[in-house]
C-alpha cells in the first residue's frame, strides 16, 4: 500500500514536500516513482528513486527544481517541489514496482501498485 500525502494550494514560486509512506511489503530493492495527471491531460512521470542504491531520476520538465529522496527506515519516499508553476498543478501519484528505474524507461512504464494522489494547486 502506498500513500501519497503533502499537497495543498500555493502561489507560483513557493514550495511543498509531498511524502509517500510504504507499507505492506519489502520496498528494499524497488524503484518508487512520483507521477503527476493534471486536469484533462495524461499522467506523466515526475521522478523516481531505486531504493536501493538512491539512484535519481527526474523527468525534464523539473529543470533542477525537485529533489526526490527517500527514508528507509521509515519507508518513505518525499518529493521536495521547489519554484513551483502554475503548470506544476496536478494530482500527484507515487507507485512502485520490484527493480530499477531505469528497467521503466524514461517514463517509467509499468509501476505495479499506485496509491491515491494529493492535489497540489499552484496559483499565479
Known amino acids: 500500500q502506498l500513500q501519497a500525502s503533502g499537497g495543498g494550494a500555493v502561489q507560483a514560486g513557493g514550495s511543498l514536500k509531498l511524502s509517500c509512506a510504504v507499507s505492506?511489503?519489502?520496498?528494499?530493492?524497488?524503484?518508487i516513482a512520483w507521477f503527476r495527471q493534471a486536469p484533462g491531460k495524461v499522467r506523466e512521470g515526475v521522478s523516481c528513486?531505486?531504493?536501493?542504491?538512491?539512484?535519481?531520476y527526474y523527468a525534464d520538465f523539473v529543470e533542477g527544481r525537485f529533489t526526490i529522496s527517500s527514508d528507509n527506515a521509515k519507508k518513505t519516499v518525499y518529493l521536495q517541489m521547489n519554484s513551483l508553476k502554475p503548470e506544476d498543478t496536478a494530482v500527484y501519484f507515487c507507485?512502485?514496482?520490484?527493480?530499477?528505474?531505469?528497467?521503466?524507461?524514461?517514463?517509467?512504464?509499468?509501476?505495479?501498485?499506485w496509491g491515491k494522489g494529493t492535489l497540489v494547486t499552484v496559483s499565479s
Open positions: 507507485a512502485t514496482n520490484v527493480g530499477y528505474c531505469a528497467a521503466y524507461g524514461p517514463y517509467y512504464y509499468g509501476m505495479k501498485y
Open positions: 528513486v531505486d531504493i536501493s542504491d538512491g539512484s535519481k
Open positions: 505492506g511489503f519489502s520496498s528494499d530493492n524497488s524503484a
